[in-house]
Every structure is written in C-alpha cells, then in structure tokens.
C-alpha cells in the first residue's frame, strides 16, 4: 500500500515530489502542527502580486479548513526589493498578537528584523524562492538554499506554498488538498516559470481543477465573464481579473479585497467582488 504522499500527484506521481525533501520543511510542520493545534495566532505574510495573492489564499483556506486562528498582512512593495522591517513587525504583526509569522516569497530586511521577532516572541517561518546565499537560524524553506536537496529549484511562491500545504495535508491526512491547485496554477502560470518538471505538472493538473473549481470567487469570475473552457486565453482572463490595480494608493486594498473573493465562503459576496472588481477596472 502507497504512503498518503505518494498520491499527491496521482497519476503522474514521482517520489520527487515528496515535500518533505525541501530542507527545513520537517521542522516547519512540527512548528505548525503545534501553532495549529494550540490555537496560536498565525500571521501569513505576503506580496500583492497574483502569484503572492494565490499562495497567501491557498493558505488560508487550508489553515481555516483546520480551524487554525490566522491573520495576513499584505506587504506594502512600493519601495521594490525592500523586505520585512522593524516598523511592519510591531505595527501589523505584533500588533495582531501574532505568534507564528509565515511569508511567503518575502524575507527579512536584516538581522535586526530577526532579533526584534525573538524579542517578541514570533517565531519564524520563511518560504522563498530566490537565489540567497546566507544562513537563516529559523525556520527557512527555499528550494536554491545550500543543502538543499529538492530537485525542482524554480517553483513560483504559489507553487512552493502548496509544498507546505502537502506537508500539512500529509501529517491531518486531507486527501483533498488537490483541489488547491485551480490557484497555484493561477499563480504559476502568472511568474511565468518554466514549464518543465514539477511546473508542468502543476499546470497540466491545475486545469482539471481549476474547470471544476469549487471556489466560489473562482466559480464567480467564471461565470460573470461566461468561461466554460480553460484554454491560455481563459486562464489570462481570470489573472487579468485578480491582478490588483497598479497605484501606489488603491493597490494594497485591492489586493485585500481579491483575497476576499478567492477565499469567501458566500456564493452572493463572491459575485459582488466579481461585479466591483470588474467596474473598478472599467473606471480607471
């Protein structure tokens, strides 16, 4: 009989897949399986592009399927390349009581951000795609860190957030975590990743989904703009919808208010963001 993990992918599993090959992502479970059960606040903080977007939404609605008690914030990148500071530590995450901070595709501006959390008592977890050459003392999940011996090095923030999300669904035993895939492939196909290995699998399987989606904000932009295929035109339509207006002002509460729609409950307040978002654009 397969291991659970074994049929992430079912029918084009290869062990490779296996999560937990990603260095540090045992250590992550063990600190959200106690965060989770615990009830301690978790704070996901993410980037207001759709690729972000779709992994701080995947996330929640994993994390809220387990009754976690979860907040996010999303990171203001007006200044580009800019990481997480001392002043968005107290001010968002400190501020939300949180315990366990979680990003997803963002780092730390520099050590000092590391000391205040450990003064505060927020443990870290950072899950990042790029190319960074220094020694992390907390949790660090990065396919291109040294020692790591995960073969798919050029997963989207989306694509490596739903690593951590196998990871949680292997140790609850959720057997529908699949059904996630409908955003990752949104947020994948958006970074534009190379098509090969694990990317190719996640777009070729992603389309299943996303065409039988269960999401209401999904199933919404869906049927307001009339998608019943899910051919490269359909799919950049939906991004098309979800990308959040590019302006200094309106784009932070834009993003928040996409993240509503991929993560309501509400068939009714998910075709009114639909409705909003589509005037919103129109008006610009």
Avoid at 98 to 105: D, V
Avoid at 106 to 135: A, Q, Y
Avoid at 217 to 232: F, H, K, Q, V, W
Wanted: proline share 2%.
């Amino acid at each position: 009989m397969r291991k659970f993990w074994e049929s992430i992918y079912s029918p084009n599993y290869i062990t490779g897949y296996n999560p937990f090959i990603l260095k540090g992502m045992n250590k992550a479970i063990e600190r959200m399986v106690k965060a989770i059960n615990n009830r301690e606040k978790i704070v996901i903080y993410g980037v207001p592009d759709v690729d972000g977007i779709c992994a701080i939404s995947s996330l929640i609605l994993v994390l809220r399927y387990l009754n976690a008690d979860i907040e996010y914030i999303i990171h203001d990148n007006s200044q580009k390349n800019s990481g997480i500071t001392s002043k968005d530590i107290i001010n968002n995450v400190d501020f939300l009581g949180g315990q366990l901070l979680i990003t997803l595709g963002i780092g730390l501006s520099s050590i000092e951000e590391e000391s205040l959390c450990n003064e505060l008592g927020i443990e870290l977890m950072v899950l990042d795609n790029k190319n960074i050459k220094e020694n992390h003392n907390y949790i660090y999940i990065n396919p291109n860190q040294k020692g790591c011996q995960y073969r798919y090095k050029n997963l989207s923030v989306s694509g490596l957030t739903f690593k951590l999300m196998q990871a949680i669904a292997i140790y609850y035993n959720i057997k529908s975590i699949n059904k996630y895939l409908d955003l990752i492939l949104i947020g994948a196909q958006w970074a534009e990743v190379p098509l090969k290995g694990e990317n190719g699998v996640i777009l070729k399987e992603g389309r299943k989904f996303l065409i039988n989606t269960n999401n209401y904000g999904l199933r919404a932009i869906m049927e307001y703009y009339s998608i019943i295929e899910m051919d490269n035109e359909c799919i950049l339509k939906i991004i098309e919808v979800i990308t959040p207006i590019i302006n200094a002002v309106r784009m932070m509460d834009n993003a928040r208010i996409i993240i509503e729609l991929l993560t309501t409950d509400k068939k009714e307040r998910a075709e009114q963001i639909t409705k909003y978002l589509n005037q919103s654009k129109i008006t610009i």
